[in-house]
Structures are given as C-alpha cells and as structure tokens.
C-alpha cells in the first residue's frame, strides 16, 4: 500500500498581506513555480487564514492546495462569522484544518470531540477534505493517558465518518506545538503504528492501510527526514517553519 506523502502548513492567525505575497514569491522562485513538484509523490496543502486564503491560493506555486483552518458544523444559513463548507466547495478550497489543538484547548474556543467529528462528517459530505487533528496534553502523556485520549477523539470521529479517502489524520502532541519540543521520531512511530492499529480494529484494515497518518509538532527543516523515515508517519502538518522560505526543504521529505 503506497500512501502519498502529505505536508501541510498551517498559518493560523499569522501573517499580513504583504509577508503572504513575499513568502509566495520566495516559494515560486525556489520551486520553478512549482514545477520541482509537477511529479512528486506529494500533496502539498497550505492552510491560510480565511481572509487570506483566496489570494493565497492565487500566489502559491503550482501544485500547492490551498485550505481553511476551521469551518462550520453545517450548511450556510444565519450564523454570523461562521464560514460553511459549501462555501468553501464553491470557492474551489478542497482543504480544512478541523481539530486543531488551539481550538479544542483554548480556554475560549473548547471544541468538543463531538463538534470536531459533526464538522468532519459535514465538511467531507461537501466534498470538501478533512485534515483531522488529534493529540494528548503534555498532563495526559505523563498520566499514561497519550493512547486513550488519541483514540478518544479518533473515535467521535470514526463514529460519524463512513468515506475515509479524503480523511488525514494529523497526529499533534499538544506538547509539541510551537514549543520547539519536538517528538522524536520513535515516539511519533508509536503512536502512528497504534492509530493504524486502532484504524484497523475499529474501522477496516483497508482503510487502515490507506489512510494517511501525519505528525504535527515542531517539524522543521532540521528535523522532518528522520521523522519522514519512520514508516507509519506519512507526511506532516507544520506550523511555524511553515511561514519561511525553507518549508520546501520540510516538504523534500517526501522523499527520503
Ligand atoms: P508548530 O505547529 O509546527 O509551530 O509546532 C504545528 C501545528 O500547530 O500544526
């Protein structure tokens, strides 16, 4: 089973006009436009913030997608400051972020697993994919709890999703996020092999074996290779080092 290597990046609520436009240049210089990617084994998806996005997805090389990081539980309607994933369908953004830690944690936003999984089996019911993010607190891997709480919320969402092909798994330690602590590659691989594990338990061993499982946490240029040869780790969502220059260099990856 061959599973296409995935990088994406996450903005979230960074950058302004000026510095999107200037990393995009940077980007199309680097990757002849995009053309260095025209054949690679790997899907590239930048999740801009909403107001960016349209002009993003303008700039960005050839060959990189475009996603939002959030959208509504439904359809359009009088919910104000929401976006709905038809919107984004029509707006030719095949991508969200659903999940996040920040806004599962985040003391003002406290998604639910339960609101996460209606927004997936939603957005998906669009036609619109799904990175789904999952992962422990720091309190929760020292308690032992890193499997119960992963599967937990793989599971809310594994209840209401039937079509797993425009699914990725995002694997994010909570404790790894803009900390610079990085997961070594062995403790990522456990986890991996064990969602894999539970994929196949609980959903089908076909899906399990095709579906892709990415790690999100500190990845940068220095340390996405070692983390790129474990073999239940396909691909990354990335943060930070996501808005430099030398993401490509995160996303050559793919290669190793
Ligand atoms: P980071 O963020 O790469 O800055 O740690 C990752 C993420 O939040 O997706």
Same mark, same amino acid.
């Given at each position: 089973?061959?599973?296409?290597?995935?990088?994406?990046?996450?903005?979230?609520?960074?950058?302004?006009?000026?510095?999107? @436009?200037?990393?995009?240049?940077?980007?199309?210089?680097?990757?002849?436009?995009?053309?260095?990617?025209?054949?690679?084994?790997?899907?590239?998806?930048?999740?801009?913030? $909403?107001?960016?996005?349209?002009?993003?997805?303008?700039?960005?090389? $050839?060959?990189?997608?475009?996603?939002?990081?959030?959208?509504?539980?439904?359809?359009?309607?009088?919910?104000?400051?929401?976006?709905? $994933?038809?919107?984004?369908?029509?707006?030719?953004?095949?991508?969200? &972020?659903?999940?996040?830690?920040?806004?599962?944690?985040?003391?003002?936003?406290?998604?639910?697993?339960?609101?996460?999984?209606?927004?997936?089996?939603?957005?998906?019911?669009?036609?619109?994919?799904?990175?789904?993010?999952?992962?422990?607190?720091?309190?929760?891997?020292?308690?032992?709890?890193?499997?119960?709480?992963?599967?937990?919320?793989?599971?809310?969402?594994?209840?209401?999703?039937?079509?797993?092909?425009?699914?990725?798994?995002?694997?994010?330690? &909570?404790?790894?996020?803009?900390?610079?602590?990085?997961? @070594?590659?062995?403790?990522?691989?456990?986890?991996?092999?064990?969602?894999?594990?539970?994929?196949?338990?609980?959903?089908?061993?076909?899906?399990?074996?095709?579906?892709?499982?990415?790690? %999100?946490?500190?990845?940068?240029?220095?340390?996405?290779?070692?983390?790129?040869?474990?073999?239940?780790?396909? %691909?990354?969502?990335?943060?930070?080092?996501?808005?430099?220059?030398?993401? @490509?260099?995160?996303?050559?990856?793919?290669?190793?």
């Amino acid at each position: 089973m061959t599973r296409t290597f995935f990088v994406g990046g996450n903005w979230k609520c960074n950058g302004t006009v000026k510095s999107m @436009t200037d990393l995009c240049t940077a980007w199309n210089l680097s990757t002849d436009n995009g053309a260095k990617y025209a054949n690679a084994a790997v899907e590239i998806v930048i999740a801009a913030p $909403a107001l960016h996005a349209l002009s993003a997805k303008a700039l960005l090389p $050839a060959n990189f997608e475009i996603a939002l990081q959030n959208c509504w539980t439904g359809g359009p309607g009088a919910y104000t400051g929401e976006l709905a $994933a038809e919107m984004l369908a029509d707006a030719g953004i095949p991508w969200v &972020v659903l999940g996040h830690s920040e806004r599962r944690s985040l003391p003002i936003v406290k998604e639910s697993d339960d609101t996460v999984a209606v927004k997936t089996a939603y957005a998906l019911s669009q036609g619109v994919g799904v990175i789904a993010c999952i992962g422990e607190l720091l309190e929760e891997r020292e308690a032992g709890q890193t499997m119960a709480v992963n599967t937990r919320q793989l599971k809310a969402i594994a209840d209401k999703v039937d079509d797993w092909s425009k699914v990725v798994i995002a694997y994010e330690p &909570v404790w790894a996020i803009g900390t610079g602590k990085v997961a @070594t590659p062995e403790q990522a691989q456990e986890v991996h092999a064990g969602l894999r594990q539970w994929m196949s338990e609980n959903v089908s061993a076909d899906v399990a074996a095709a579906v892709r499982i990415i790690y %999100g946490g500190s990845v940068k240029p220095k340390n996405a290779k070692d983390l790129a040869k474990e073999a239940d780790i396909d %691909g990354f969502l990335v943060g930070g080092a996501s808005m430099k220059p030398d993401f @490509t260099e995160v996303i050559d990856a793919y290669s190793v």
